[in-house]
């Protein structure tokens, strides 16, 4: 029976094939982003405010945008992904860039065994917990590399988008909410191109709320609040309709697209 270290040997072979795409495409605008344009959105600006001279990790970087984004705003940041293409993307940009963000390749849930500092604030965002068949020894990651009194902050798609599968011409509602087993799917082209040639194979988990919040509840963080949201700063769903406001949501409004997250290490 395949293990997880295969799980993620395979999504990472994905996501360095994905970095070689991404890094062309519309969605990503390189070279907007490299004439000072963020790639940050408003949930996650409202959320952390001025981060200037604080140090942040950001955890499941792909390229480094986001990093590299806090990192123009002021902070000292560090950016952590899987896939070593997306990592050396990230400091070929720091260095083009002249900022001075840290990149290390690891997975995510082994953090704490490359980075032993300690972070003002721990900053994850859209399509990240998915690749994790457990959010424990996450929760308790995130719990290790904050400072005390420190923020860690998430925005990521809503559990409810993972129960249906994509690949067909009509979103099919199919995995279980509260689902353990992992997921698999194989297609051609990718989230940011889908005239993309290249061969996605990608295992993934679905996660509940209530899965996340008892995460980082156990490792011992205080919960400051949990919104969900209807619209979704990424047209990467089928069928979405652009607002007035330049996000996207789904025709009926059914079903929420964002949660974001906010918890607080206690300074005792």
Request: hydrophobic share 40%; charged share 25%.
């Amino acid at each position: 029976m395949i293990n997880n270290d295969n799980y993620f040997d395979i999504n990472k072979a994905t996501w360095n094939d994905k970095v070689k795409v991404h890094a062309k495409s519309d969605m990503y605008d390189l070279e907007a982003f490299k004439t000072g344009k963020s790639s940050l959105m408003l949930y996650e600006l409202e959320a952390l405010g001025d981060v200037f001279g604080k140090s942040l990790l950001h955890l499941q970087c792909h390229f480094g945008q986001d990093t590299l984004s806090w990192s123009r705003m002021g902070a000292k940041c560090t950016g952590i992904d899987l896939s070593d293409e997306g990592i050396k993307l990230a400091q070929n940009l720091n260095d083009e860039l002249k900022l001075d963000a840290k990149f290390i390749c690891c997975n995510v849930l082994d953090t704490s065994k490359y980075v032993k500092d300690t972070f003002d604030i721990v900053y994850t965002s859209y399509g990240v917990i998915g690749w994790l068949p457990d959010l424990k020894p996450w929760g308790k990651m995130i719990a290790e590399r904050l400072k005390k009194g420190g923020t860690f902050f998430m925005a990521e798609f809503h559990p409810i988008v993972w129960m249906f599968d994509y690949l067909d011409d009509k979103p099919i509602m199919k995995y279980g909410y509260m689902r353990d087993e992992v997921i698999y799917e194989e297609y051609e082209g990718t989230y940011a191109d889908e005239t993309s040639k290249m061969l996605s194979k990608e295992y993934g988990w679905n996660h509940g709320l209530s899965e996340v919040v008892n995460a980082l509840i156990e490792a011992g963080l205080h919960i400051e609040y949990l919104k969900e949201f209807d619209e979704s700063p990424y047209d990467v769903l089928p069928n979405l309709v652009k607002t007035d406001s330049a996000m996207f949501t789904t025709e009926d409004k059914l079903y929420p697209l964002i949660f974001t997250l906010k918890a607080s290490k206690f300074l005792y």
